[in-house]
């Protein structure tokens, strides 16, 4: 049975003397009163409602929370604006597991059962494939918040959309140049036996080729994998730079067994930083990583040159300057992924307010609207950079961040330029009929 929460928004908050003359204003000066301020010009007051498909349990558990954590935030800003066309957000939750056949069940249950106007927010990429046939077949608008390249591939179908967080094959296409330049030239692989982890087997190899350097060995380990020991005697001896990328509740237990393996004598480090998602950095045994580099969507640590933007998006997803909770430093963020919900959300609203969109009868709409967006300017909405929105593919395209751990901190040494990751498009939805 899945976990139902809703986030609260389906009425304004309580009325102000600034709210009330912001809505006056808005009005034309008509009357103020608690339920008119702030949607006033919606053809209907009721609720807009997003169905989260979240990983509340399961290997994705941690990054569910701080997704959930991240979503609550943006509906907050977004409703304390006056909502999507001028009517409140309700986000509406289930629980997938992180598992693929429950992920296609949740899809269903908010079409059929909870009504919600779209479906948002999935990360896994298993749990992403396993549930776009059900949004195909529904017809229901599916806006993830994964990484791989299932969506940009044409391997889902037209209403699946990733319009906030960049794929791993331009990820790797970004980075693979400086890791040739700068980590060394012969690269084994470490990567989870499952399509995300498939992603990095597939991509970088050829984008370190063609930087000048070579991947020498590929070894998949099972996500569910606790222990990962046994794994570490299929590294070459010829390895310059071990490139991981982990996930799930074990990362922790892998990268103290990598350097229980290597100590201070092994290759370089470069690492996704899904091998430390949630993770201290400072955790007794993680003191040979000083030194290695990772890849960040967003950085977890504050950065000198933070913009205003930046700033107050990690105020109102409540983090601090060390990526982890505001009210808990123990509880470190997931702040490389959890950026594209709040994207992905404000994506969602100008899609909605440029296609007119008043119900379930307008998805189509809401479709095209988002696939007709180009440019995506960096600011309070977009505070991870600027960006680039490929409607052919449904994929966006934007910045990638690498970090060097050094003194118990991850501070940014690189950052990509959009073309870096610009890949030839393979797939074309819009030639999909709905």
Sequence with gaps: ????????????????????????????????????????????????????????????AAYGRWYERTTAAAVKLINEAGGINGRPVEIVIEDDGTDAGRGAEVVAKFANQHKTDIVYGTLFSHVVIGSAPAAGELKIPYY????????????????????????????????????????????????????????????????????????????????????FTRYFPQIPSSTEVLYHVMVGPAVLTFVKELGEFYGSSGPKLFGFIDSLEAVDINSPGLEYLDGSHFWEGSPRYAQAGDSDAMKAYRAAVGIDDNGASANDPRDISTAGHMFGCWETLYVIKQAMEASGYRGPEDRAKLVEATEAISTIAEGPEHPQGDKVFDGKIHQVFGHQYISKLE?????????????????????DYTAQPF
Aim: with cysteine; net charge positive.
């Design 1 to 60: 049975m899945t976990d139902r929460k809703t986030i609260s928004a389906a009425g304004p908050a309580p009325l102000t003397r600034r709210t009330a003359l912001k809505g006056m204003a808005a009005a034309g000066g008509l009357m103020a009163a608690p339920g008119f301020v702030r949607y006033a010009q919606a053809q209907s007051s009721a609720p807009i409602r997003i169905g989260f498909q979240c990983h509340r349990t399961g290997i994705g």
């Design 144 to 227: 993830v918040v994964s990484e791989g390249y299932h969506v940009a591939s044409g391997q889902l179908n037209r209403w699946c959309l990733q319009p906030g967080i960049t794929d791993v094959r331009a990820q790797v296409t970004s980075m693979a140049p400086w890791i040739a330049a700068n980590a060394g030239k012969k690269v084994t692989m470490i990567y989870p036996d499952y399509a995300f982890g498939y992603d990095h087997r597939d991509y970088l190899p050829p984008a370190l080729e063609k930087a000048g350097a070579e991947v020498v060995a590929k070894i998949a380990i099972p996500p569910t994998e606790s222990s």
């Design 407 to 427: 003194g118990g901190r991850l501070n940014v040494v690189h950052k990509t330029s959009i073309e870096d990751s610009r890949y030839e498009p393979e797939a």
